[in-house]
């Protein structure tokens, strides 16, 4: 498998929402429940956001949700604020041994 | 709190060889995949290689296969990485991860440069 496919960027206002997509396959994101989403500042660990397509780990705030369709998943966040500045990265189970997990290229969102 | 302390990394010359340790705290670290996942300068995430709660199972990119070794010490709560013949498109920064159906805690990260 390739890598999974993301926007260079994304932008949104303070308050706004913006949407990130990751397109895959029908062999890993179409296929697998198993889809997350990665919130990476600069210099840091990524960060769970979303598991299991549309799941929130316990402290994530609720304006972070998932969704997907076909081979493409997504990544919504409403009322932006400026700590939601970061990189964001999807990644999707494959069931290939070879290359068990794959990930997006990453999306860096800007808060204007 | 989970939490993964990370230890090793640094400069390598091509063809050389580095072992990153990872230390589990706050979960039983014995019953859960581990993985390394990697992060070449101003790239995406790669994932490299997982290993079985009980270490009998290993699975690893193709890319590494043969050059890289994951393992475990349950008693220790640690977890390996060795890394043999090095190259160049090996520098990137490692994390290891808590494998759950996704990742869910990291640590966080160490450096390996590979150059001569």
């Known amino acids: 498998q390739s890598a999974l496919t993301q926007p260079p960027s994304a932008s949104g206002s303070v308050g706004q929402s913006v949407t990130i997509s990751c397109t895959g396959t029908s062999s890993d994101v179409g296929r697998y429940k198993f889809v997350s989403w990665y919130q990476q500042h600069p210099g840091k660990a990524p960060k769970l956001m979303i598991y299991?397509?549309?799941k929130r780990p316990s402290g994530v705030p609720d304006r972070f949700s998932g969704s997907k369709s076909g081979n493409t998943a997504s990544l919504t966040v409403s009322g932006l604020q400026a700590e939601d500045e970061a990189e964001y990265h999807c990644s999707s189970y494959t069931g290939n041994d070879n290359n068990l997990w794959i990930f997006g290229g990453g999306t860096r969102l800007t808060v204007l | 709190e989970v939490q993964m302390e990370q230890s090793g990394g640094g400069l390598v010359q091509p063809g050389g060889s580095l072992r990153l340790s990872c230390g589990g705290s706050g979960f039983t670290f014995g019953t859960y995949w581990m993985d390394w996942v990697r992060q070449a300068p101003g790239r995406g995430l790669e994932w490299v290689a997982n290993?079985?709660?009980?270490?009998?199972?290993?699975l690893y990119v193709a890319s590494v296969k043969g050059r890289f070794t994951i393992s475990r010490d349950n008693a220790k709560n640690s977890l390996d990485l060795q890394m043999y013949s090095l190259r160049a498109d090996d520098t990137a920064v490692y994390y290891c991860?808590?494998?759950?159906?996704?990742?869910?805690?990291w640590g966080q990260g160490t450096l390996v440069t590979v150059s001569p």
């Open positions: 299991e397509v549309t």
């Open positions: 991860a808590k494998e759950h159906e996704t990742f869910d805690s």
């Open positions: 290993i079985s709660p009980d270490g009998t199972r290993k």
